[in-house]
């Protein structure tokens, strides 16, 4: 059984008349890797602040490690390592001497601090420029100094806010392989956020899709395609060969005879079937038996952008019908 690391009971956070989150409840496993999803706004920065203890829940409860980040503020920022939105260095100092200087604040006793910096430098891949100032490298540079920066206390967790940001896709890549690996070789949790979901869905074990302070939904990608496939049916495409315009009614009929919910959009050369569970085998069959050449079969496996998209802007992804 998975072990739950950072838990929150009925968790919000009101600004003013605003509830920047609200009631939120969220289970994050010891050695995950959890994408906090949503746009600008959903609340996700401020859920990040207070599992940290940066920041007091309005209301509920929350729990890292068993202990409240407000109350037992030190044990909790021990065992957390933050990378947050906009990361900053001493410029007078090289990327050794800044990591050097927090290993200093962070009590680490200091013959032990040359070693840990040098290890760490050399795990984010910055070995060879740890003599230069920070103010001197590219921004993924500076994200990964900045992840060996919130990893010199050696934390069992890792929250990272929207650390792809900005970065060129080769430093998203390189930025996403570290995650990957600090995962991998030290089993640490890590938390993302983002709104880039085609990055996140690489790295995340789960994620969790955040809109106006409430969490929509949470689970795997195969999870939440399951969940919204069942809220809002499958999708199936067939196209065809050759002439099929007479036997559009006939199969209409057939089909909504057998799944009565079932919506078609048609073209000139396919058509596009929704039903309330995954059905694409059986539509095939009956397409087939009402003489239909077949030419090409889609079954809807939804990308995290669908779902994202479906979650957050349904008005626009409502399956369309239209009459034969
Ligand atoms: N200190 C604050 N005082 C007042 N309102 C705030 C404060 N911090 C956040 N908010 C508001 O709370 C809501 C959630 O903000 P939050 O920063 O958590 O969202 P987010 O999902 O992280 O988005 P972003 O990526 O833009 O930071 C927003 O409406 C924001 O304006």
């Not at 600008?40 to 202990?67: F, H, Q, W």
């Not at 993924?140 to 890792?158: C, F």
């Not at 006939?250 to 995954?278: C, G, M, Y």
């Amino acid at each position: 059984m998975k072990e739950t690391l950072i838990e929150l009971h009925s968790v919000s956070k009101i600004y003013g008349d605003r509830k920047a989150v609200d009631e939120l409840n969220l289970k994050i496993f010891q050695g995950e890797i959890f994408g906090l999803l949503g746009p600008n706004g959903a609340g996700k920065s401020t859920t990040m602040l207070m599992i940290l203890g940066l920041t007091e829940a309005s209301a509920g409860n929350i729990y890292v490690n068993g202990l409240s980040p407000y109350h037992s503020a030190i044990a909790v920022k021990r065992e957390i390592g933050y990378l947050a939105d906009a990361v900053g260095f001493y410029d007078h100092m090289t990327a050794h001497e800044n990591l050097a200087f927090f290993a200093s604040l962070n009590q680490i006793p200091r013959p032990q601090v040359g070693e840990r910096v040098d290890q760490l430098l050399k795990l984010v891949g910055l070995s060879s420029v740890s003599h230069k100032k920070p103010s001197t490298f590219s921004r993924g540079m500076k994200q990964r100094l900045g992840i060996a920066q919130a990893l010199v206390k050696r934390p069992k967790i890792l929250i990272l806010d929207e650390p792809t940001l900005g970065l060129d896709p080769s430093g998203v890549e390189e930025l996403l392989q570290l995650v990957r690996d600090l995962n991998a070789l030290f089993g640490i949790t890590i938390i993302i956020s983002s709104h880039q979901l085609d990055q996140v869905q690489k790295v995340c074990h789960r994620v969790g899709l955040f809109v106006e302070g409430k969490m929509e939904a949470v689970g795997s990608i195969a999870d939440l395609s399951h969940q919204l496939i069942s809220k809002l049916g499958h999708q199936s495409s067939i196209w065809w060969h050759g002439e099929f315009n007479r036997g559009k009614s006939v199969l209409t009929e057939s089909i909504i005879a057998q799944w009565p919910s079932a919506t078609l959009s048609w073209t000139d050369q396919s058509v596009k079937i929704s039903t309330p569970q995954f059905s694409t085998p059986q539509l095939v069959k009956l397409c087939v038996e009402h003489g239909m050449s077949i030419k090409q079969v889609q079954s809807n496996d939804l990308t995290l952008e669908e779902i994202y998209g479906k979650y957050f802007t349904p008005e626009k992804n409502e399956p369309k019908s239209s009459g034969v």
